[in-house]
């Protein structure tokens, strides 16, 4: 603030390349939103008008979204019931002639079977994004989620594991897709006010570069300095998520009427936040808010895409049983206990 630059400039450029760093990835395009990463991460691949995206159902809506913005069809497969991620063997059984890209969500934080779906998008030459929004901090097989040669977008909202109050970045090892995109952010042009001041002494133009229409999708500087300053602490933050994901699993592991989500050993999530599977599920709700503990749930099916659910059964039968414990850096321990006891009395 003391700068007297707030906008998009040297803050935001050092995030960029902190987190670039931080993730292992050649390339990090700052935006100003999680939905602005993915969209934008869509119109670089340049789908066709009326192209099928292969994605998941278990996502916030912005996931579906984003991919009608740019004039595309969503196409859901189907879920493992497990975990909630996207099932390798439902995306290849979803891919048709007119299939363009498959999107995938890595639910809760914790990694989809990326090595399977690849060999997926490979095999049929279609391009793979992840949507990485809840997994700042995940792993798959030893490496950070967000780098490698698929495009990665993440989210930095109020409620991530690193925040930068509003705020996204797309992670791309393509230096003409990050040079694109970071056009595609100011509007379609090839540079942003500050650099066009630093190569020229003035702001005064008479015109301006455009490349293509683009968006307001610019990340300011004060925002890239309330992330700079979450990156100092997102390993400590993580690793109190982790434990509490272990409290709850290790407490909740013997109540009937319960499923916990399956991990394995080859990754580790964020833990964005804890899904349980609840056979009965709005009794279990209506009781912890009694006891004052607030749940939710991630996600209900998209209403709009209501036609695909038969096709999806897994997802809906996940849907409808999953309820979402609070799962956030400042529980202490007295309320972890609150919550465990409210959840073994909730029955």
Known sequence: MESGWIGQGPQTRAFESALAERLGARNCVA???????????????DLSPGAEVVTTPMTWIATHHVIEYVGCRPILA????????????????????????????????????????????????????????????????GKPVGAGENL????????????????????????????????????????????????SGSSYRESYERLEVGFRYDLPDVHAAVGLGQLTSLDADNARRAAIAALYAD??????????????????????????????????????????????????????????????????????????????PSLTDEQLEQIVEAVRAGW
């Open 78 to 141: 189907d879920v493992d019931p497990t975990t909630g991620n996207i099932d390798p063997a439902s995306v290849a059984a979803r891919i048709g002639e007119r299939t363009e890209a498959i999107v995938v969500v890595h639910y809760s934080g914790y990694p989809c079977d990326l090595e399977e779906l690849r060999a997926i998008a490979d095999r049929h030459r279609l391009p793979l994004v992840e949507d990485a929004a809840q997994a700042m901090g995940a792993t798959y097989h």
């Open 251 to 328: 407490e909740l592991a013997d109540v009937s009427g319960l499923e916990l989500p399956a991990r394995g050993d080859d990754r580790s999530g964020a833990n964005h936040f804890f899904p349980l599977l609840v056979e009965r599920r709005s009794y279990l709700a209506q009781a912890l808010g009694r006891r004052g503990v607030d749940v939710s749930v991630h996600y209900p099916l998209n209403p709009l895409l209501d036609s695909q659910a038969p096709q999806v059964p897994a997802a809906a039968h996940f849907a409808a049983r999953t309820l979402t414990l609070p799962l956030h």
């Open 31 to 45: 935006v100003s939103s999680g939905t602005a990463a993915l969209h934008v991460a869509l119109v670089v691949l």
């Open 152 to 199: 990665q977008t993440l989210s930095f909202g109020p409620t991530k594991n690193l925040t930068t109050i509003h705020g996204g970045a797309v992670m791309t090892a393509d230096d003409a897709q990050a040079d694109r995109l970071r056009a595609l952010r100011n509007l379609g042009q090839s540079r942003g006010t500050r650099d066009r001041m630093l190569a």
